[in-house]
């Protein structure tokens, strides 16, 4: 699934980034305006948005 799937301007679907991604890329936003929480590499944050990332995909199937 996608983020953006269409663009009216255009007429056409977008085939930009994947909704997992988008909502890792704003959970890693969050994640790294928080100076301590005790993560020792990037590769943590990175693991820790796409968990979220997950959690959120796997909500959106729950509500109608």
């Known amino acids: ?3 953006f799937p269409y663009n009216p301007q ?5 085939n930009g980034m994947d909704l997992r991604d988008y909502f890792a890329s704003h959970a ?7 100076p301590k929480l005790g993560m ?4 943590e944050y990175a693991i820790c948005a ?4 997950d959690a959120m ?3 959106r199937k729950n509500v109608k």
């Open 1 to 3: 699934m996608k983020a």
């Open 10 to 14: 255009f007429n056409q679907e977008h």
């Open 28 to 34: 890693m936003q969050a994640l790294v305006s928080i």
């Open 40 to 43: 020792n590499s990037y590769d």
């Open 50 to 53: 796409y968990k979220y990332a």
């Open 57 to 59: 995909m796997e909500a």
